[in-house]
């Protein structure tokens, strides 16, 4: 399965700026589909209400997934790769 990865940074409430990739099937091209999944991986790490846009939010590149990743994404539709200041 092909990947689309779009890189993505929220600044936090305290400061530091969270840096995590968005990987979406690559045929998903909805810009707002994509940053709602970002928004429910947020609200996940209890950050309600933040907004993205393309300028929190962009396309990086294609690339293939692994069957871990893959079997992720059959069941939830995305898939996030935390970066930095995730926690």
């Known amino acids: 399965m092909k990947i689309a990865v779009w890189d993505t940074y929220v600044r936090k409430p305290n400061g ?3 840096h995590f ?3 979406v099937p690559e045929h998903i091209q909805d ?3 994509i940053y709602n999944f970002g928004k429910l991986y ?13 300028h929190e939010c962009q396309f990086c ?14 069941e939830n ?3 996030i790769i935390e970066m930095e200041n995730c926690n």
């Not at 947020?42 to 209400?49: A, F, Y």
């Not at 590149?61 to 059959?74: C, T, V």
Request: charged share 25%; no cysteine.
């Open 16 to 18: 530091p700026v969270m």
């Open 21 to 23: 990739d968005i990987l």
């Open 31 to 33: 810009k707002d589909k």
């Open 42 to 54: 947020l609200s996940g790490k209890g950050l309600i209400d933040y907004s993205l846009t393309a």
């Open 61 to 74: 590149h294609i690339e293939s997934a692994s069957a871990e990743i893959q079997k992720h994404i059959g």
């Open 77 to 79: 539709g995305f898939y």
